[in-house]
């Protein structure tokens, strides 16, 4: 009865911290949605020093996903039941002692990293971190995203659009789009760009961009090129 008291006692404490450390990071696969996978500090001890975004730290456990396209986001949360915990996080590219690609810090009841600087292929560590001096049994989910380039990400996959009697939209997102060329002058703080080409009919024309009804904080800008990708900038 002793032996079999001492086994259960054995698997649970080796269980609980499967994690704790790089070697044994678990696998996530990045989703096109938020796909939560529930992890908990329960057990976990601190590896290494703390981070220099979350100098208080004091336990840690280990993930890692390989980038699957360019723009990527790798989200922490707190658990439903959890209304208390900071969390914070370290982005490792390759390996456990791989280079430190990125250490963010908890903000509004979110630690995020959402960017386009990923690389294809590359495998990245996450270092998910209890940010506060004090140990925790408490649950966090963790997610990676995945955020392919739309077609028109290129000017020579430019979406053809046809001008009409009435502003007939069509739909667009910058969603996974990365920025081609040189930054416009008319907008200086310009991050991504998509494409879009048209044959003018008539020669009074217009062309205009809007924010889509869910959109309330974007800003936007056009250039128009005249005959080709590296024609003339017309506008």
């Known amino acids: 009865m002793k032996q079999l008291l001492l086994f259960f006692i054995l698997f649970w404490?080796?269980?609980?911290?499967?994690?704790?450390?790089?070697?044994?990071?678990?696998?996530?696969?990045?989703?096109?949605?938020?796909?939560?996978?529930?992890?908990?500090?329960n057990g976990a001890t601190l590896?290494?020093?703390?981070?220099?975004?979350?100098?208080?730290?004091s336990q840690d456990v280990w993930y890692r996903f390989t980038a699957t396209e360019q723009t990527m986001s790798v989200n922490l949360s707190r658990a439903s039941t959890n209304s208390t915990m900071?969390?914070?996080m370290e982005l490792y590219e390759d390996s456990c002692a791989g280079n430190l690609f990125k250490c963010v810090a908890w903000?509004?009841?979110?630690?995020?990293?959402?960017?386009?600087?990923?690389?294809?292929?590359?495998?990245?560590?996450?270092?998910?971190l209890n940010a506060s001096s004090d140990l925790s049994t408490l649950g966090f989910n963790i997610c990676v995203r995945s955020f392919p380039k739309p077609a028109n990400d290129s000017c020579a996959a430019a979406v053809q659009l046809t001008p009409g009697t009435s502003c007939v939209d069509t739909v667009g997102t910058f969603s996974g789009s990365m920025f081609d060329g040189p930054v416009s002058s008319?907008?200086?703080?310009?991050?991504?760009?998509?494409?879009?080409?048209?044959?003018?009919?008539?020669?009074?024309?217009?062309?205009?961009?809007?924010?889509?009804?869910?959109?309330?904080?974007?800003?936007?800008?056009?250039?128009?090129?005249?005959?080709?990708?590296?024609?003339?900038?017309f506008k």
């Open 47 to 57: 590896s290494g020093a703390a981070p220099t975004c979350a100098t208080n730290s």
């Open 107 to 128: 903000t509004t009841n979110v630690s995020t990293y959402f960017n386009n600087d990923f690389v294809i292929g590359r495998t990245y560590y996450v270092r998910v």
């Open 13 to 41: 404490h080796v269980s609980s911290k499967a994690n704790d450390e790089c070697v044994n990071a678990i696998q996530l696969t990045p989703n096109a949605n938020c796909v939560n996978v529930s992890g908990t500090f």
């Open 186 to 233: 008319c907008a200086e703080n310009s991050s991504q760009d998509v494409w879009y080409r048209f044959t003018a009919t008539e020669q009074t024309m217009s062309v205009s961009v809007n924010r889509a009804t869910a959109n309330a904080t974007m800003y936007l800008a056009m250039e128009l090129y005249e005959d080709s990708c590296a024609g003339n900038l």
């Open 86 to 88: 900071y969390l914070a």
